[in-house]
């Protein structure tokens, strides 16, 4: 064994392998059943129940950017928010680690055992902790179900913390004791490595682990947790006492809980007698695809460090492992946009295939392939989600490679004076260019935490970014303190919007509005029926300061008891109302929700004093709640047909008012085309006729989970009491939202949609603008009647030549411009069919008018011929003309004008828009030496100091050309005399 330790780690590697080799010949587990028996063991031997695995977005949960652990899930449980469906229940979960307290990012590739990606075998009992039992089923699973020997197995305990008066779990050594293991294979740890904590708040618990020696022998407990290849932590069994409070506090919990993991990819390790995960069937078939679809590269080896020379191989285990993570994420509906951990993963992985692999597009989508097929049949989301998967990794690589041509190259050169920050990698971090820029025109040797959050804020740096860009220029940095600061801005925002108003009732929660009377409304035959709500006064605010009462006519805030109208959130604006009180009335136009309470912020209508504890009569005004409902339940189906027509979309705003909606998505494929806006217009419509029920059901969380609901990236969402709004169009579009809108019951009840407008912001994002309801109805009105004018037009400028002004048409194309804020508002497709019936009536017009044209100059040049030949000057055959035509002020086809001579030398001039041009044609007989296109026209070419050209491919002699040149309109005339005199005085000398 010593010889071994001295030996490299390649040799080591290659005898560990060896010894492996001999010590069992039974066939090794493949991953699909190792999974498949830990399921077993626990669903079917020991009555526990299965919950699937949740996506690793973690939606209702803003403490951790990923889904880090099995335990994520029941997070609300162990903080008794929550009521626990199941007692104990098992699974596959999948997780991430790469940000926050758990990131193994920098150390994928490096060995083979961290993963940005990687599946928890877990399971957990609620409100029952019996330590006894979660250690026995443990071993009793490892070692008579998989078979692994004992010999090779250490187990590990809290052993307690003075600092935070925790104590040691000498009961935990005991049950390890009773169940066999030898005393010299149970080890205690202090917290970092035996105490779990899943955030920097939340539930924790001294924990108990299961490590998995791959060599053997004495004198290997010292190398427990020492961060070896060859002996890693396999299964982690935490007991859930405690919650990590904000201050850093750790308190207990009322309850007692089990939560265990275990590192599949290390357990398939062990069972496959592998001390890499990478060699293991969970992987290889991915290294084998790098290997067969990359030409002139060697194959996969397991080397590591220094044997690795040109980083080949680790690059190979990055790529694999982030595939891996990739295509988990984007099945589960995380968006790189909105995350840019996911982001710098995808182009680390864009930069290894090129790079390294020599393949700049594609290898990222065809190996999430793979994956696919790979993990598909347990995650199925990886299925059915496919589309998405391929749609975000090809725009996600275009953007990548737009990133490189551009910021590459300013980044090459600054790392050439800098050539400290060449291992800086700015695909991964786009903002560093101007970062760097930044830091160096501050000449800082200290990045203060503020600095530091202005980086972050406008250049997207994160901590990793910052700390590397730091070191790299010898800056001191602190990045404890800069996430303190981040902390502290968060917090700083929220209370900014509390401390607006300084009433301590308002702060401490003790002032409360009960507000659900706002959803209590029902549907009738006729139409809505909204109760007014009796209501009673609590606070009176003016100028945001409270005050005991207001005179007539005052704009103020009220805080009521209750309330029945919607405020602004959740993108929909607030309702209006009146309050009727017996002393005078109170408008309500806008609410705001400060804590527990609702301000109704408004005018008083009378000439009495409003005070507080007044009561009155609260109805809300019904046409523009009716109008919000209409565009609420609009944007959810526009949201859907969205989805549906364009396989990947994600929200990124939506605005709903009484007047429209508008909603910005994200597009990850081409542009939304008119034909698509048309069927998605016609399918809502459809679904409008069809009068589909709106449902609305509380859900929560983790119902949520098994629900196939669109949520927005990113969006935190509460755990319990969630509304969730759901129309089923004959299962053919489906929406299923959570939502705190009001929304209408019917779909039938929006009366009709139509696009406004459909606008590109940046790069994949449209904006789309829309009516409902009444406004709609008139918009389509407007439409039709715009239309017909049109089409009518249209026909007598065909059918009777009728004459149209320019400022006819420009007043229709006005008429077209409209905005969704106009009283008359035309319909997008419309607009489009009226814009390509004007394009076209302006097309015939145009060429009615050069026909005409053409016409005039024919004359013309044919009057002046007969002018030179009535003037009988024989002797001079040719003509200098100056085109009169010119002045209607069009460009005039000058081959045209000389055409239109016949066998003699012509020059014409003509000026339109302040622009000389000129042409002249030489018949070959009339040909001198001194007598040629080019040479007379260079005769008016010198008149107005313009170039002179034949047209391309023409003999410079027989035709030439003036080029365009601009004249000052005080010059004009007297230059256009002196030419057509030089030209005829050139023409009369040489001929
Ligand atoms: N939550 C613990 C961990 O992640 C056990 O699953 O290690």
Same mark, same amino acid.
């Given at each position: 064994?010593i010889?071994?330790?001295r030996?490299?780690?390649?040799?080591k590697?290659?005898?560990?392998r060896?010894l492996?080799?001999f010590?069992s010949?039974?066939?090794?587990i493949s991953?699909?059943?190792?999974?498949?028996?830990?399921?077993d063991?626990y669903i079917?031997?020991?009555?526990?129940?299965f919950?699937?695995?949740?996506?690793?977005v973690?939606?209702?949960?803003?403490?951790?950017?990923?889904v880090?652990?099995g335990?994520?899930?029941?997070?609300?449980?162990?903080?008794?928010t929550?009521?626990?469906?199941?007692?104990?229940?098992?699974?596959?979960?999948?997780?991430i680690r790469?940000?926050?307290?758990?990131n193994?990012?920098?150390?994928?590739?490096?060995?083979?055992?961290?993963?940005?990606?990687?599946?928890?075998?877990?399971?957990?009992?609620?409100k029952e902790?019996?330590?006894?039992?979660?250690?026995s089923l443990?071993?009793?699973?490892?070692?008579?179900?998989?078979?692994?020997?004992?010999?090779?197995?250490?187990?590990?305990?809290f052993?307690g913390?003075?600092?935070?008066?925790?104590?040691?779990?000498?009961?935990?050594?005991?049950?390890w004791r009773?169940?066999?293991?030898?005393?010299?294979?149970?080890?205690?740890?202090?917290?970092?490595?035996?105490?779990?904590?899943?955030?920097?708040?939340?539930p924790?618990?001294?924990?108990?682990?299961i490590?998995y020696?791959?060599?053997?022998?004495?004198?290997?407990?010292?190398f427990?947790?020492k961060?070896?290849?060859?002996?890693?932590?396999?299964?982690?069994?935490?007991?859930?006492?405690y919650?990590?409070?904000?201050?850093?506090k750790i308190?207990?919990?009322?309850?007692?809980h089990?939560d265990?993991?275990?590192?599949?990819?290390?357990?398939?390790?062990?069972?496959q007698?592998?001390?890499?995960n990478?060699?293991?069937?969970?992987?290889?078939?991915?290294?084998?695809?790098?290997?067969?679809?990359?030409k002139?590269i060697?194959q996969?080896?397991?080397?590591?460090?220094?044997h690795?020379w040109n980083?080949l191989?680790a690059?190979?285990?990055?790529l694999?492992d982030h595939i891996?993570?990739?295509?988990?994420?984007?099945g589960d509906?995380m968006?790189?946009?909105?995350?840019q951990?996911?982001?710098?993963?995808?182009?680390k992985a864009?930069?290894i295939?090129?790079?390294?692999?020599?393949?700049?597009?594609g290898?990222?989508?065809?190996?999430?392939?793979?994956?696919?097929?790979?993990?598909?049949?347990?995650?199925?989301?990886l299925?059915?989600n496919?589309?998405?998967?391929?749609m975000?990794i090809?725009?996600e690589?275009?953007?990548?490679?737009?990133?490189?041509r551009n910021?590459s190259a300013?980044w090459?050169?600054i790392?050439l004076n800098?050539?400290?920050?060449a291992?800086?990698?700015?695909?991964?971090?786009?903002?560093?260019?101007?970062?760097?820029k930044?830091i160096?025109?501050?000449?800082?040797?200290?990045?203060t935490?503020q600095?530091?959050?202005?980086?972050?804020?406008?250049?997207?740096?994160?901590?990793?970014?910052i700390?590397?860009?730091?070191?790299?220029?010898?800056?001191?940095?602190?990045?404890?303190?800069?996430?303190?600061e981040?902390?502290?801005?968060?917090?700083?925002?929220?209370?900014g919007?509390?401390?607006?108003?300084q009433?301590?009732?308002?702060?401490?929660?003790?002032?409360k509005?009960?507000?659900?009377?706002?959803y209590?409304y029902?549907r009738?035959?006729?139409?809505?029926?909204f109760?007014?709500?009796e209501?009673q006064?609590?606070?009176?605010l003016?100028s945001?300061?409270?005050?005991?009462?207001?005179?007539?006519?005052?704009?103020?805030?009220?805080?009521?008891?209750k309330?029945?109208?919607?405020?602004?959130?959740?993108?929909?604006i607030?309702?209006?109302?009146?309050?009727?009180f017996?002393?005078?009335?109170?408008?309500?136009?806008q609410?705001?929700?400060i804590n527990?309470?609702?301000l109704?912020?408004?005018?008083w209508?009378?000439?009495?004093?409003l005070?507080?504890?007044?009561?009155?009569?609260?109805?809300?005004?019904?046409s523009?709640r009716?109008c919000?409902m209409?565009?609420?339940?609009?944007t959810?189906l526009?949201?859907?047909?969205?989805k549906?027509?364009k396989?990947?979309?994600?929200?990124?705003s939506s605005?709903?008012?009484?007047?429209?909606?508008?909603?910005?998505?994200?597009?990850f494929s081409?542009k939304?085309?008119?034909?698509?806006?048309?069927?998605?217009?016609?399918?809502i419509?459809?679904?409008?006729?069809?009068?589909?029920?709106?449902s609305?059901?509380?859900?929560?969380?983790?119902?949520?989970?098994?629900?196939?609901?669109?949520v927005?990236?990113?969006?935190?969402?509460?755990e319990?009491?969630?509304?969730?709004?759901?129309?089923?169009?004959?299962?053919s579009l489906?929406?299923r939202e959570?939502?705190c809108?009001?929304?209408?019951?019917n779909?039938?009840?929006?009366?009709l949609?139509?696009?406004?407008?459909?606008?590109?912001?940046g790069?994949?994002?449209?904006?789309?603008h829309a009516?409902?309801?009444?406004?709609?109805?008139?918009?389509?009105?407007?439409?039709?009647?715009?239309h017909n004018?049109?089409?009518?037009?249209?026909?007598?400028?065909?059918?009777?030549?009728q004459?149209?002004?320019?400022?006819?048409?420009?007043?229709?194309r006005?008429?077209?411009?409209?905005?969704?804020n106009?009283?008359?508002?035309?319909? /997008?497709?419309?607009k489009?069919?009226?814009? *390509? =019936?004007? !394009?076209?009536?302006? #097309?015939?017009?145009?060429?009615? +008018?050069?026909?005409?044209?053409?016409?005039?100059?024919?004359l013309e040049?044919?009057s002046?011929?007969?002018?030179?030949?009535?003037?009988?000057?024989?002797d001079?055959?040719?003509?200098?003309?100056?085109?009169?035509?010119?002045?209607a002020?069009?460009?005039?086809?000058?081959?045209?004008?000389t055409k239109?001579?016949?066998?003699?030398?012509?020059?014409?001039?003509?000026?339109?828009?302040?622009?000389?041009?000129a042409?002249?044609?030489?018949p070959?007989?009339?040909?001198?030496?001194?007598f040629?296109a080019?040479?007379w026209?260079?005769?008016?070419g010198?008149?107005?100091?313009?170039?002179v050209?034949p047209?391309?491919g023409?003999?410079?002699? /027989?035709?030439?050309?003036l080029?365009?040149? *601009? =004249?000052? !309109?005080?010059?004009? #005339?007297s230059?256009?005399s002196q +030419?057509?005199?030089?030209?005829?005085l050139?023409?009369?000398?040489?001929?």
């Amino acid at each position: 064994m010593i010889v071994l330790i001295r030996k490299s780690h390649t040799d080591k590697l290659n005898l560990i392998r060896f010894l492996h080799s001999f010590r069992s010949s039974s066939v090794p587990i493949s991953a699909k059943k190792a999974r498949q028996m830990f399921l077993d063991f626990y669903i079917r031997d020991n009555h526990y129940s299965f919950v699937k695995s949740s996506p690793v977005v973690p939606f209702h949960d803003a403490t951790v950017p990923f889904v880090n652990a099995g335990m994520n899930q029941f997070k609300g449980i162990f903080l008794n928010t929550h009521k626990p469906l199941y007692s104990k229940v098992a699974n596959s979960q999948k997780c991430i680690r790469i940000g926050g307290k758990h990131n193994d990012l920098e150390a994928v590739g490096q060995d083979g055992y961290h993963h940005t990606f990687f599946e928890m075998l877990g399971n957990w009992t609620f409100k029952e902790c019996s330590k006894e039992e979660q250690c026995s089923l443990a071993w009793k699973l490892l070692t008579d179900v998989y078979k692994i020997n004992k010999q090779h197995l250490y187990v590990t305990y809290f052993g307690g913390n003075t600092t935070h008066s925790l104590p040691a779990d000498n009961e935990c050594r005991e049950i390890w004791r009773k169940l066999g293991v030898p005393s010299n294979r149970i080890l205690p740890f202090d917290m970092p490595e035996n105490f779990w904590e899943m955030g920097a708040t939340g539930p924790c618990g001294p924990c108990t682990e299961i490590h998995y020696d791959h060599l053997r022998g004495p004198y290997r407990a010292q190398f427990v947790n020492k961060g070896l290849h060859e002996l890693v932590e396999l299964w982690n069994i935490v007991f859930i006492e405690y919650k990590r409070e904000a201050d850093g506090k750790i308190v207990p919990l009322p309850d007692k809980h089990v939560d265990t993991g275990m590192g599949f990819e290390r357990l398939v390790a062990v069972l496959q007698r592998k001390i890499s995960n990478y060699d293991t069937d969970l992987f290889q078939y991915l290294l084998k695809a790098i290997f067969k679809t990359c030409k002139d590269i060697p194959q996969y080896k397991n080397v590591f460090g220094e044997h690795d020379w040109n980083s080949l191989h680790a690059s190979y285990r990055i790529l694999a492992d982030h595939i891996r993570m990739i295509s988990i994420s984007l099945g589960d509906g995380m968006i790189p946009e909105e995350n840019q951990k996911l982001r710098k993963v995808l182009r680390k992985a864009f930069s290894i295939s090129e790079n390294v692999f020599k393949r700049p597009n594609g290898l990222v989508k065809e190996l999430s392939n793979y994956v696919i097929d790979n993990l598909g049949a347990v995650y199925s989301e990886l299925e059915s989600n496919s589309k998405q998967i391929h749609m975000i990794i090809d725009y996600e690589e275009d953007i990548y490679q737009e990133l490189r041509r551009n910021a590459s190259a300013e980044w090459e050169r600054i790392i050439l004076n800098d050539t400290a920050l060449a291992n800086l990698d700015v695909l991964e971090m786009p903002g560093l260019v101007q970062a760097y820029k930044d830091i160096r025109s501050s000449k800082i040797d200290d990045l203060t935490p503020q600095y530091a959050y202005r980086l972050y804020d406008t250049f997207g740096l994160d901590e990793s970014g910052i700390t590397a860009l730091c070191k790299s220029l010898n800056i001191r940095f602190d990045p404890v303190a800069f996430v303190k600061e981040l902390e502290a801005v968060k917090q700083r925002s929220k209370a900014g919007t509390i401390l607006d108003v300084q009433i301590p009732e308002l702060a401490d929660g003790t002032l409360k509005t009960e507000d659900n009377l706002k959803y209590d409304y029902k549907r009738t035959e006729t139409g809505y029926n909204f109760q007014p709500v009796e209501i009673q006064v609590l606070k009176i605010l003016q100028s945001n300061a409270p005050v005991d009462e207001v005179k007539g006519g005052a704009e103020c805030a009220l805080i009521l008891d209750k309330t029945n109208l919607y405020h602004e959130s959740g993108g929909q604006i607030s309702d209006g109302g009146n309050i009727d009180f017996s002393i005078g009335e109170f408008r309500v136009r806008q609410l705001k929700k400060i804590n527990d309470c609702i301000l109704h912020v408004g005018s008083w209508c009378s000439d009495k004093d409003l005070k507080v504890h007044a009561k009155g009569k609260l109805t809300l005004d019904e046409s523009r709640r009716m109008c919000n409902m209409q565009n609420h339940t609009a944007t959810h189906l526009l949201n859907a047909a969205l989805k549906e027509a364009k396989g990947a979309t994600c929200q990124k705003s939506s605005k709903v008012t009484d007047r429209y909606l508008n909603l910005d998505v994200g597009v990850f494929s081409e542009k939304l085309s008119t034909d698509e806006l048309k069927s998605i217009e016609d399918k809502i419509n459809r679904i409008i006729q069809d009068g589909v029920v709106v449902s609305v059901t509380e859900t929560d969380s983790q119902s949520m989970l098994n629900q196939n609901v669109t949520v927005i990236p990113g969006e935190v969402y509460p755990e319990k009491n969630i509304r969730l709004i759901e129309m089923n169009w004959n299962n053919s579009l489906v929406s299923r939202e959570p939502c705190c809108g009001t929304h209408v019951h019917n779909t039938k009840d929006i009366k009709l949609f139509c696009f406004v407008a459909a606008k590109s912001l940046g790069r994949s994002t449209v904006s789309i603008h829309a009516l409902t309801g009444d406004r709609a109805i008139k918009a389509k009105e407007y439409g039709a009647s715009l239309h017909n004018e049109l089409l009518q037009l249209h026909k007598s400028v065909t059918e009777n030549s009728q004459e149209i002004s320019d400022e006819h048409l420009q007043k229709l194309r006005k008429k077209l411009s409209s905005n969704v804020n106009d009283v008359n508002v035309v319909p /997008l497709l419309v607009k489009v069919e009226c814009l *390509r =019936i004007l !394009d076209e009536i302006a #097309q015939q017009i145009r060429e009615r +008018s050069r026909n005409k044209l053409k016409e005039y100059i024919d004359l013309e040049m044919k009057s002046a011929v007969e002018t030179k030949i009535l003037k009988s000057d024989v002797d001079n055959k040719f003509i200098v003309h100056y085109l009169h035509t010119s002045i209607a002020g069009e460009s005039v086809p000058l081959q045209k004008a000389t055409k239109a001579v016949d066998g003699m030398p012509v020059m014409v001039i003509t000026c339109a828009d302040s622009v000389v041009k000129a042409r002249c044609t030489v018949p070959e007989s009339y040909k001198n030496d001194k007598f040629t296109a080019e040479k007379w026209m260079q005769v008016v070419g010198d008149i107005f100091k313009s170039t002179v050209a034949p047209p391309k491919g023409q003999d410079k002699e /027989l035709v030439c050309n003036l080029k365009g040149k *601009r =004249i000052d !309109d005080s010059e004009w #005339q007297s230059l256009l005399s002196q +030419s057509l005199q030089a030209a005829e005085l050139y023409a009369k000398k040489h001929l």
